[in-house]
C-alpha cells in the first residue's frame, strides 16, 4: 500500500497538472538540491511556514531543524527537507537539476501547462528573487552563480514584452582572498517590472501559493502605480495563463479578446463611444 501511495506522488512530479507542484519545481530549481537519491531543500525557518504545506501536498518529506550548526547566525533557524525517492531524483537530474547552476531551465518548462507556468516562475522567484523598495527606486532582482544561463528569462521577457539587465560581478575578499562571482538579472523600469510581476504573481488572491511579504511588497508596487495612471501602456493586458487579451480604460473594464488587435479595437470603440481620449502613460523608474 505504502508503495502504491509513493508511486501516487511521483506522478504528480510526471505528470505536472498541480499548481503547487509546479510552484514546488520552481522552488527547487532555485534552493534546493539533489544529494544521492534525495531531494533536498535547506531554507530559513520562518519562510518554511509557507513552503511546509505545499511541500506536504506532494507527498512525505522527512523534516530536521537545524540541520547545520556550523553556517551563519542568520542560518542557525534553518529546516532541511528531504524526500527520499530514486522516481523524483532521476526525475530532476533528467530535466537538468543537477546542472541548474549553469543551464536554463527549458526541459522542464516544457513539462509544465502553460496557465502553471507562472507557478514555477513564483516558487523560483521565492528562493532566489527579491523585490527592493525605496523612496526613488523600484527593482525585481535574481540572483544566481556567474555561469548561469539565462536564456529562460530571456524567453519571458520576449513573450511578455518587458526589459531587464544583466550584472556580472567578481570580486576578492580582502579577508580570505577567495574570489566570489555571481550574476544578477535587475527589473528596474516601472512598465516591465508590473509585466513581470502581474505575471508571476496573477492569482495569489486566491490560491496563496507562497511567500507572503514579497507578494505583499507587489501589492504596494501595484497601488502606486495605479494611483499615477500608470500600469501598463494603453490599459492592454495579455494573461498569458488564459491566453486573452484584456481591453480596460483607467480602472473600467471594458472586454477580454482572443487577439491584441481586437482588444485594441474593443477600447477604441468604448472611448469613441464615451468621447474619451487615451491620456499619456506615465513611465517612472
Known sequence: MKTKLAKMEMEQFLDIKCSKIAY????????????????????????????????D???????YINPNKSRPLSWKESILFVKNSRI????????????????SPDKILSKIPENLKHYWWRGYFDGDGCINLTSKHRRASICSTYEQDWKFVKDLASELNFNFAIEKTKRINKS???ENKYSKIHIQNLRSLNLFLFYVYEGYETDNIGFKR??????????????????????IHYSKSRKTWQANYKKIYIGTYKTREEAVLGQKNYLMANSLKLEPVLSLT
Do not use: Q
Not at 47 to 55: E, T
Open 24 to 55: 514546488l519545481l520552481g522552488f527547487i530549481w532555485a534552493d534546493g538540491y539533489i544529494c544521492k537519491d534525495s531531494a533536498r531543500i535547506l531554507m530559513n525557518k520562518e519562510d518554511s511556514n509557507y513552503i511546509k504545506p505545499i511541500i
Open 176 to 178: 580570505s582572498g577567495n
Open 57 to 63: 501536498s506532494s507527498g512525505e518529506w522527512s523534516v
Open 214 to 235: 514579497k507578494y505583499d511588497k507587489w501589492v504596494l508596487i501595484k497601488n502606486h502605480t495605479e494611483k499615477r495612471d500608470a500600469f501598463i501602456p494603453s490599459y
Open 88 to 103: 523524483l531524483t532521476s526525475f530532476l537530474k533528467e530535466n537538468d537539476y543537477c546542472e541548474k547552476s549553469f543551464k
